[in-house]
């Protein structure tokens, strides 16, 4: 008789629309490389299903599972447990079930701070950024946490941009300020790192958010959330002037490192998940 188990390991997402999300790909080939008998399901769940989804997981015994739009806020009343940053952040992206308890992270934040220190430590530095949308808060509080000095949130809703301010001011040691953005966003000679965390060129390699290309200097660091395309038009044009870029894929990779850790207990190969999301996105270094 074979002692082979023919039962896998179960992850996976919530959110709606889905179709369009390649985090199924990029963790099953990490769980393919580390040889981890482990399925990510990628589940369309409508916001009436949640509670029925979030119970299923339960019954399933599933190790957790992302949560995306539009259930980050709506979960949290499903958990019993969330982790610091959530509080802070008031959103979940990341769930953990251990022994059926509910435990709710946000690895937005963490995922974009582990790629950004593979090119610069925020800490004691100057940074602005643009939006105030769910990533833009969970990057700000983050950098907070990590020692940033200081954020300016610019936004066309100043009072958005002064919500995540005022955020990052109360819960961590960083100075924040709100800024409205009119016309083209310079950056100031003292900010060190810019990050566009708007939604600004997703799908659209041409999209520029509205920056005043002159204020971007040699040593300053661009980064950008948006995964698809990479290689966004600001960090063409950051690039040309000798700025140092930080794409999307490394923010998505390490929010799948981070999770299938929370999850599993268990490191995956950040190299195969990034090499599957850029040959899903035709990118290459």
């Known amino acids: ?13 919530f959110s709606t629309p889905c179709a369009d999300n390649p985090t199924v790909a990029m963790i099953e080939a ?5 040889g981890i008998e482990a399925r990510y399901i990628n589940c369309d769940v409508k916001p009436d299903g949640l509670a029925a989804a979030v119970a299923g997981a339960v019954a399933m015994e599933w190790a957790g599972f992302n949560c995306s739009l539009p ?41 974009f701070l582990a790629s950004l220190k593979e090119v610069t430590d925020p800490s004691g530095q100057r940074v602005l950024l643009l939006g105030a949308g769910g990533a833009a808060r969970a990057i700000a509080v983050e950098l907070g946490l990590a020692g940033a000095a200081h954020i300016t949130v610019v936004n ?18 960083c100075e924040a300020e709100a800024r409205l953005w009119e016309g083209d966003a310079g950056v100031p000679e003292d900010v060190g790192i810019v990050i566009n965390a708007t939604s600004i060129g997703l799908g659209d390699a041409e999209a520029m958010p509205p920056v005043a290309l002159k204020t971007l200097r040699k040593g300053l660091v661009v980064a950008d959330v948006i995964p698809n395309p990479p290689k966004t038009k600001l960090l063409r044009q950051a690039k040309e002037r000798g700025c140092t870029t930080l794409d999307g894929l490394g ?7 981070i999770g299938v850790e929370l999850w599993l207990g268990r490191t995956l190969d950040a190299g195969v998940m990034q090499k599957t999301l850029q ?4 990118a290459s270094e």
Not at 251 to 257: D, I, K
Request: aromatic share 4%; net charge negative.
């Open 1 to 13: 008789m074979s002692s082979q188990s023919f039962l896998s390991i179960l992850t996976g997402s």
């Open 30 to 34: 990490g769980y393919r490389e580390a």
């Open 71 to 111: 259930h980050k806020v709506a979960v949290i009343d499903h958990l019993d447990e969330l982790a610091e940053s959530a509080k802070i952040i008031g959103a979940v992206n990341c769930v953990s079930i251990r022994d059926g308890k509910l435990i709710g992270d946000n690895t937005d934040g963490k995922g």
């Open 156 to 173: 066309r809703d100043p009072k958005k941009a002064e919500t995540i301010a005022a955020l990052v001011r109360g819960s961590t040691e």
């Open 251 to 257: 923010m998505l990779v390490n929010q799948g490192v």
């Open 279 to 282: 040959e899903i996105f035709g």
